[in-house]
């Protein structure tokens, strides 16, 4: 059977080139395949609970519909065009989060635009038990808000002004040394479609989970059979996203 050893392939980083050569199969057939494993892998990111010291941030990334024959806007013909554009929220946001005693974190992409509490209260307010947790964050003023709002510990650090741990505890040195790793891993793909990029930011925190597993490609089967809905996820994924990217920016 040629699904182990693409598995195995995977988690070796392996480009979908060299699967493609080594199992005799089309780039294209590759790519499907890869998509569909990943896709297995967002019930997992959607069912963390958290609690204890959270550590949380929001990352922003460039819209890219590389790979569409029908843009959604005009393209971009230098780098100076996205930088000067008119519409602010051509970005989207990811969240990120570290439970600081398990080291369980977690991505997902959340919303286009900037971050706000409605976000906060859809993404994160159902999974942090409010009496057992502890928020740490950077100086975002969303999360001061949000937090004060539904009455949980937060603590803020504002590295502009040299501050690195409140009370030798509370930081945020756990989820800026995850988001690192996460830059590094990323470069490799060289950009990637915007309506993939939840799968590569569930493919980083696969690895970042099995990475202490001495059977890998066991741990890795697990994962991937905990989900019951994958084919679903994957057929799904470019209604889902141009749902998502035609959502109204309304924050707060």
Not at 5 to 28: A, M, Y
Not at 149 to 167: L, V
Not at 195 to 201: D, F, Q, S, T
Not at 209 to 236: A, V
Request: charged share 35%; hydrophobic share 30%.
């Amino acid at each position: 059977m040629l699904w182990p050893r693409f598995i195995e392939f995977t988690l070796e980083g392996k480009s979908l080139r060299h699967i493609s050569k080594e199992l005799n199969i089309s780039l294209q057939t590759a790519f499907d395949w890869r998509h569909k494993f990943l896709s297995s892998l967002q019930t997992e990111q959607d069912s963390k609970k958290l609690s204890g010291i959270v550590e949380v941030d929001d990352k922003e990334f460039d819209i890219s519909e590389k790979g569409s024959r029908k843009l959604q806007r005009k393209p971009y013909k230098r780098p100076t065009d996205r930088e000067n554009r008119l519409d602010k929220d051509d970005k989207l946001t990811v969240m990120v989060t570290v439970e600081r005693k398990s080291r369980k974190s977690s991505m997902k992409l959340v919303k286009k635009g900037r971050l706000d509490k409605l976000t906060l209260d859809k993404e994160l307010l159902d999974k942090v038990n409010k009496k057992k947790t502890t928020l740490c964050t950077d100086a975002h003023p969303t999360y001061y808000g949000w937090s004060g709002d539904h009455d949980i510990p937060h603590y803020w650090i504002i590295a502009s002004k040299g501050e690195h741990t409140y009370k030798g505890i509370y930081h945020v040195q756990n989820i800026n040394s995850h988001n690192s790793r996460f830059e590094t891993w990323f470069r490799r793909f060289n950009g990637v479609a915007s309506k993939y990029l939840n799968n590569y930011l569930g493919y980083f925190e696969l690895m970042e989970n099995i990475k202490k597993h001495q059977d890998k490609f066991q741990r890795t089967l697990f994962e991937i059979l905990r989900s019951s809905n994958t084919l679903k996820l994957y057929r799904s994924i470019d209604k889902d996203y141009k749902q998502f990217i035609s959502t109204p920016n309304i924050g707060t």
